[in-house]
Structures are given as structure tokens and as C-alpha cells.
């Protein structure tokens, strides 16, 4: 047990610290408005928020079928049209950040769960459980889990909840996102976003059991959610539906034993896994069916409630996913934990997106610093120009060789101060763009290396990496720093390039480079 205390209080330790540096990083270079997108076969909608309900902007298209099917996306060339639509809609200029919700067709959700373990190496034996209960071949996934819970009793065990998609069908969004200007911060699916707006509904409490149905054109989806946590998800689009009744066209009686059926498989997991009944069974509103809540509570004895979101206008259930994702999207970068189904290159590409934002902000406050110091240098300047001429002609007017040497001196201080402000313009034309020798250096990467920092001390800057050979290392030496005619005395020796554990090599290079040309 005290080992168990010594591993959560150092763990603790650890959050503190890495939380303020990234709440300071956060001041320093803010995170832009992040907005949800959701994915469906028959729509795509945006919305971004402020203060939780406060809309921003909002946007919806309905897609012709074909384009995306089952949630795996076809035709690719439409849908980047459709894209462009909204984004033309939105009126959004450069790029735009999304919380990227996709179908919940794609997506598969497991939950397990593991010792307690130090964080050093909870990542291996996460990735291990995760291998381990993938329902999908594991090589072919991309994953991503987050912890829902701890079991109570001496076992000291964690639950989690795995998330598994099939790799080609989400980096085929990846793609289209990323060329149409859409920046992904993070890659959820329905599910999750439906728990993250019952939590911020008052009526529904922490510690009470949920069904959550939720019929969308795609299929069925039911929810179990505990403590605010989503503990599995099952869905079954129209076609398995019309297999599991046995049915070439579904029927109501049909559709409604469906239900029946389903429920009570939910019911039974939260009498096996927590040994207590369900509370409530809750249903979009959109999802309600004429007839249904009455079958419903013919069957069940717990309570039917109906869920909208009434507390923002021109919101109703139809909405409900993309919204969950735009609340997701308000959350602080460094905070969110959740489950996002992102792979290395997209949380790479968006840091670089903030990097070359803090750029461009301290480039922006350099401008408006200096600009409004040489303003004021102006303005004082016309002022000892205007007393220097009045202390002129009082001088002529005195006979006192005390007046004139006085004169005199304000003179010599007046061309001190006119140099010092020549001195200033100088300094301020021998300066140059960082962002263009940032933009220089990263396009010269080759694919496969990755540069972890970059250090700049006047004409000199140090680059440290990783890549997955040395000859990709050797290779941004000489088809790229090399050939770069504003660098010289360029130094990557082979006893920089040193490999990793997992199976990287890690390396340090430095050149010099020519200011007055960037």
C-alpha cells in the first residue's frame, strides 16, 4: 500500500509541473478557437463555441450518398468540395482548428483493466493491454485509451477504456482535412461527446447508472456511462439490425424486440460489473420514435428521460455529436486526456502550427513595441527641437555668457539624442525574420525525421532530432543544410547520431547563417 501512495504522490509531482509550464506556454501563446466537426453519411456540421454556450459560428451541409459510406469516406474529391463549402461558409481565413468527431461505425471501444503501475511504465503496458483486446487486427489500428475508474476493494486495479479505428480509413480524413486547411487537434467519435454533455447537464448525477440510446442515420448506438464515464458502446448500423431480426425490411414489432433485446444486454453488464440496477434510460430527442417511450416503460421500470439542449438557440438534437466536440474544443490543449484517435504526424503538425503562431505574435508585438517607441522618440524630438529654438532666441536676447554656455550644452545633448535614435533605426534594419529561417530549416526535412528543438545564439543555431535511420540524419545534412547556400561551417559529426530505446536515432547539428539575407 505505501509503495502504491509513493507512486501516485510522485505522479502527482510530475502533473504539477509539467501543468505549469504548459499554463505558462498558454499565456504566452494562447490557444486559437478549436470547433467541433462531425462526420456522418448524410452530413458534415462545424460549430465552435465561447463560454460553453455562447456560439461562435456554425455551419451544416447535407452530402449526396456516395460520398461517405458506413463512415469510411469514398469519394474523396466531393467531400473535399464539401469542405471547402463550409469553410467558404464560415468565412474563415488561414486555417482552422477542429475537434474531428467521426462515425461511430469506425470506431470500436473496449474497456480493461490493469495494476496499478508507475507512470514510467504505464505507456508499454498500456499498449500491451491495448494489443491484447483490440477487436480489430492491431497492426492495421489506430488506438488510444483514457481511464474511467478504480476498483475499490484491495486489488488496486485501474479500469480504462481502449478506443480502436481502422488506421487507412481515419488518415484517409487526416489527409483531406489537413489539404482542405483544417488543423486536427484531436479525433473523437459520438460516443464521447454525448457523455461530455450529460455531465453538463445539472438533472443527471455523478454516481447513478445510464442507458444512453441514440438513433442516427447510420444505425443504433447504446451507451453504458458510469460516474460520467463511457464504459462500452455498442452500435449496429440498418444492415446488421435487419440480420439480427431476421427481417428483409424491418418492422415495428421487429424493431421494437430489437430494442427490447439490446437494453436488456446493458442492464445485465451493469448488474455483473457494479452490482447495481440502471437509474435512467436516456434518448435524444431525435431519436424518439412513436410508440417507443410507451414500450419502453412497459418493459423497464427504471425512468425514460428525454435529452435536448435548451440553454443554446438554434441548437436541437440533430447537433447534439458536433456539440459534444465543440465543448471538447474549449478544453485547454495540455488538459485534455481524452481519448483522441490522432497519429504522431498530426499532434507534430499542430505543435508546429502553435510554434510558428508564437512566432508570428512576438514578430507582430516587436513591430508595435518599436513603432510606438519611435513614435514617442518623434514627439520628444519635436519638443527639444521647439525648446532648443525658444533657448535660442532668449540666449541672443541675454548678455550673460552663463545663458549662452547653457545653450550651448542642451545643444550637445539635443545631437547626443538624435544620434542614439539613428543608432535605434540601424538597429532596427539589421533585423531579420525568424519565421523564415524556421519555414527554411523544417523544409528541408526529409520524411521520417523529426526535429524536437532549435536553438538560436546570434548567427548560430543548434538543431536537435530524431529520425528512424542515420542515413535520413546524413541525408539532412547533405541534401539539405549543406546545399543551403546562406549556411556555412555546418557540423554533424557521427558521434552526434546516437540511437535511442525505441529504436530511433537521436542526433545534434549546428551551422552559422548569413542575417542580413533572412
Given at each position: 500500500m505505501k509503495e502504491i501512495q509513493k507512486i501516485e504522490k510522485k505522479s502527482v509531482s510530475k502533473h504539477r509541473l509539467k501543468t505549469f509550464f504548459a499554463e505558462l506556454g498558454e499565456k504566452l501563446n494562447p490557444t486559437p478557437i478549436v470547433g467541433g466537426f462531425s462526420i456522418s453519411d448524410v452530413s458534415i456540421k462545424y460549430l465552435s463555441l465561447k463560454n460553453n454556450s455562447q456560439i461562435v459560428a456554425k455551419s451544416a451541409l447535407r452530402l449526396?450518398?456516395?460520398?461517405?459510406?458506413?463512415?469510411?469516406?469514398?469519394?474523396?474529391?466531393?467531400?473535399?468540395?464539401?469542405?471547402?463549402?463550409?469553410?467558404?461558409?464560415?468565412?474563415?481565413?488561414?486555417?482552422?482548428?477542429?475537434?474531428?468527431?467521426?462515425?461511430?461505425?469506425?470506431?470500436?471501444?473496449?474497456?480493461?483493466?490493469?495494476?496499478?503501475?508507475?507512470?514510467?511504465?504505464?505507456?508499454?503496458?498500456?499498449?500491451?493491454?491495448?494489443?491484447?483486446?483490440?477487436?480489430?487486427?492491431?497492426?492495421?489500428?489506430?488506438?488510444?485509451?483514457?481511464?474511467?475508474?478504480?476498483?475499490?476493494?484491495?486489488?488496486?486495479?485501474?479500469?480504462?477504456?481502449?478506443?480502436?479505428?481502422?488506421?487507412?480509413?481515419?488518415?484517409?480524413?487526416?489527409?483531406?482535412?489537413?489539404?482542405?486547411?483544417?488543423?486536427?487537434?484531436?479525433?473523437?467519435?459520438?460516443?464521447?461527446?454525448?457523455?461530455?454533455?450529460?455531465?453538463?447537464?445539472?438533472?443527471?448525477?455523478?454516481?447513478?447508472?445510464?442507458?444512453?440510446?441514440?438513433?442516427?442515420?447510420?444505425?443504433?448506438?447504446?451507451?453504458?456511462?458510469?460516474?460520467?464515464?463511457?464504459?462500452?458502446?455498442?452500435?449496429?448500423?440498418?444492415?446488421?439490425?435487419?440480420?439480427?431480426?431476421?427481417?428483409?425490411?424491418?418492422?415495428?414489432?421487429?424493431?421494437?424486440?430489437?430494442?427490447?433485446?439490446?437494453?436488456?444486454?446493458?442492464?445485465?453488464?451493469?448488474?455483473?460489473?457494479?452490482?447495481?440496477?440502471?437509474?435512467?434510460?436516456?434518448?435524444?430527442?431525435?431519436?424518439?420514435?412513436?410508440?417507443?417511450?410507451?414500450?419502453?416503460?412497459?418493459?423497464?421500470?427504471?425512468?425514460?428521460?428525454?435529452?435536448?439542449?435548451?440553454?443554446?438557440?438554434?441548437?436541437?438534437?440533430?447537433?447534439?455529436?458536433?456539440?459534444?466536440?465543440?465543448?471538447?474544443?474549449?478544453?485547454?490543449?495540455?488538459?485534455?486526456?481524452?481519448?483522441?484517435?490522432?497519429?504522431?504526424?498530426?499532434?507534430?503538425?499542430?505543435?508546429?502550427n502553435r510554434v510558428f503562431a508564437l512566432v508570428r505574435l512576438w514578430r507582430k508585438l516587436y513591430i508595435t513595441v518599436f513603432s510606438f517607441s519611435l513614435i514617442a522618440f518623434l514627439i520628444v524630438d519635436v519638443y527639444l527641437v521647439s525648446i532648443e529654438s525658444d533657448f535660442k532666441i532668449k540666449a541672443e536676447k541675454s548678455l550673460g555668457d552663463a545663458s549662452i554656455s547653457k545653450a550651448m550644452a542642451l545643444e550637445v545633448e539635443v545631437k547626443k539624442f538624435n544620434s542614439n535614435l539613428d543608432l535605434l533605426k540601424k538597429a532596427d534594419d539589421l533585423s531579420f525574420k525568424a519565421s523564415d529561417l524556421l519555414f527554411t530549416i523544417y523544409n528541408m526535412l526529409p520524411g521520417g525525421l523529426y526535429i524536437d528543438g532549435i536553438n538560436l545564439n546570434d548567427n548560430i543555431v543548434s538543431v536537435f532530432g530524431s529520425a528512424a535511420s542515420e542515413n535520413l540524419i546524413l541525408a539532412f545534412k547533405e541534401n539539405g543544410l549543406t546545399k543551403e547556400k546562406r549556411f556555412y561551417e555546418i557540423s554533424l559529426p557521427l558521434t552526434n547520431i546516437k540511437p535511442d530505446a525505441g529504436g530511433r536515432f537521436r542526433f545534434s547539428a549546428s551551422f552559422k547563417f548569413k542575417r542580413e539575407e533572412f
Amino acid at each position: 500500500m505505501k509503495e502504491i501512495q509513493k507512486i501516485e504522490k510522485k505522479s502527482v509531482s510530475k502533473h504539477r509541473l509539467k501543468t505549469f509550464f504548459a499554463e505558462l506556454g498558454e499565456k504566452l501563446n494562447p490557444t486559437p478557437i478549436v470547433g467541433g466537426f462531425s462526420i456522418s453519411d448524410v452530413s458534415i456540421k462545424y460549430l465552435s463555441l465561447k463560454n460553453n454556450s455562447q456560439i461562435v459560428a456554425k455551419s451544416a451541409l447535407r452530402l449526396p450518398p456516395g460520398i461517405i459510406k458506413n463512415g469510411e469516406l469514398i469519394d474523396e474529391a466531393n467531400f473535399a468540395k464539401a469542405l471547402n463549402s463550409i469553410k467558404k461558409s464560415l468565412n474563415i481565413k488561414g486555417n482552422a482548428n477542429i475537434v474531428l468527431n467521426l462515425s461511430q461505425s469506425l470506431v470500436f471501444t473496449q474497456s480493461f483493466s490493469m495494476p496499478l503501475i508507475s507512470e514510467s511504465e504505464l505507456s508499454e503496458a498500456l499498449n500491451l493491454n491495448m494489443q491484447m483486446v483490440s477487436p480489430i487486427n492491431f497492426e492495421d489500428a489506430i488506438y488510444d485509451s483514457e481511464k474511467i475508474g478504480e476498483y475499490s476493494d484491495s486489488s488496486s486495479k485501474v479500469e480504462y477504456l481502449g478506443a480502436f479505428a481502422n488506421k487507412s480509413a481515419v488518415e484517409k480524413y487526416i489527409k483531406i482535412f489537413k489539404i482542405c486547411g483544417f488543423y486536427i487537434s484531436a479525433i473523437e467519435f459520438p460516443s464521447l461527446s454525448l457523455v461530455r454533455l450529460i455531465e453538463t447537464e445539472a438533472r443527471f448525477k455523478k454516481e447513478e447508472s445510464y442507458i444512453f440510446l441514440d438513433i442516427v442515420p447510420e444505425g443504433i448506438s447504446l451507451l453504458a456511462i458510469k460516474n460520467f464515464k463511457l464504459y462500452f458502446n455498442h452500435f449496429h448500423n440498418w444492415q446488421s439490425v435487419m440480420e439480427e431480426m431476421g427481417e428483409k425490411q424491418i418492422s415495428k414489432i421487429g424493431f421494437n424486440n430489437f430494442i427490447v433485446q439490446e437494453i436488456k444486454k446493458v442492464t445485465n453488464f451493469f448488474s455483473s460489473h457494479f452490482s447495481s440496477s440502471v437509474d435512467s434510460l436516456i434518448i435524444s430527442s431525435s431519436s424518439k420514435i412513436e410508440g417507443m417511450e410507451e414500450m419502453l416503460k412497459n418493459n423497464f421500470s427504471f425512468n425514460i428521460e428525454e435529452f435536448n439542449v435548451s440553454s443554446i438557440e438554434d441548437i436541437d438534437a440533430s447537433w447534439l455529436h458536433v456539440l459534444g466536440s465543440a465543448r471538447r474544443g474549449l478544453i485547454s490543449r495540455h488538459n485534455d486526456v481524452l481519448i483522441s484517435l490522432t497519429n504522431e504526424p498530426v499532434k507534430i503538425e499542430f505543435f508546429r502550427n502553435r510554434v510558428f503562431a508564437l512566432v508570428r505574435l512576438w514578430r507582430k508585438l516587436y513591430i508595435t513595441v518599436f513603432s510606438f517607441s519611435l513614435i514617442a522618440f518623434l514627439i520628444v524630438d519635436v519638443y527639444l527641437v521647439s525648446i532648443e529654438s525658444d533657448f535660442k532666441i532668449k540666449a541672443e536676447k541675454s548678455l550673460g555668457d552663463a545663458s549662452i554656455s547653457k545653450a550651448m550644452a542642451l545643444e550637445v545633448e539635443v545631437k547626443k539624442f538624435n544620434s542614439n535614435l539613428d543608432l535605434l533605426k540601424k538597429a532596427d534594419d539589421l533585423s531579420f525574420k525568424a519565421s523564415d529561417l524556421l519555414f527554411t530549416i523544417y523544409n528541408m526535412l526529409p520524411g521520417g525525421l523529426y526535429i524536437d528543438g532549435i536553438n538560436l545564439n546570434d548567427n548560430i543555431v543548434s538543431v536537435f532530432g530524431s529520425a528512424a535511420s542515420e542515413n535520413l540524419i546524413l541525408a539532412f545534412k547533405e541534401n539539405g543544410l549543406t546545399k543551403e547556400k546562406r549556411f556555412y561551417e555546418i557540423s554533424l559529426p557521427l558521434t552526434n547520431i546516437k540511437p535511442d530505446a525505441g529504436g530511433r536515432f537521436r542526433f545534434s547539428a549546428s551551422f552559422k547563417f548569413k542575417r542580413e539575407e533572412f
